[in-house]
């Protein structure tokens, strides 16, 4: 069983960047698909970053293309979400997730096998 553990999270102004970090207990880079997903108040866990098994290609919701960054470190066994130019509408708890049997359908969050407590993140205005 791996344990993903988020941190980085915490309260900053509009236009502020934050780097979130996801340590796994293991390494996992070369077998799972790693991702991040967000979940507002009184909202649905949403899509936010995916990277394939190996890194090779990454995905972002459009709300978020060209302002975040996914990447992973496999010697630190660490994936990272760096957020730039955030704003009030990025605020919600960030979670990291892996899967074994994401494919194409890296945006669905029954896909995912692992998930870690979440981070908060606060944008204000």
């Known amino acids: 069983q791996v344990q993903p553990v988020e941190s980085g999270g915490g309260l900053v102004q509009a236009g502020d960047s934050l780097r979130l970090s996801c340590v796994f207990s293991r390494d996992i880079f070369n077998s799972y698909a790693q991702a991040w997903f967000r979940q507002a108040p009184g909202k649905e866990r949403e899509f936010v970053a995916h990277i394939s098994w190996g890194g090779s290609t990454t995905h972002y919701a459009d709300s978020v293309k060209g302002r975040f960054t996914i990447s992973g470190e496999n010697a630190k066994r660490t994936l990272y979400l760096q957020m730039d130019s955030l704003n009030p509408e990025d605020t919600g708890v960030y979670y990291c997730?892996?899967?074994?049997?994401?494919?194409?359908?890296?945006?669905?969050?029954?896909?995912?096998?692992?998930w870690g407590q979440g981070t908060q993140v606060t944008v204000s205005s």
């Open positions: 997730a892996l899967g074994y049997h994401v494919g194409q359908n890296y945006a669905d969050i029954t896909g995912y096998d692992a």
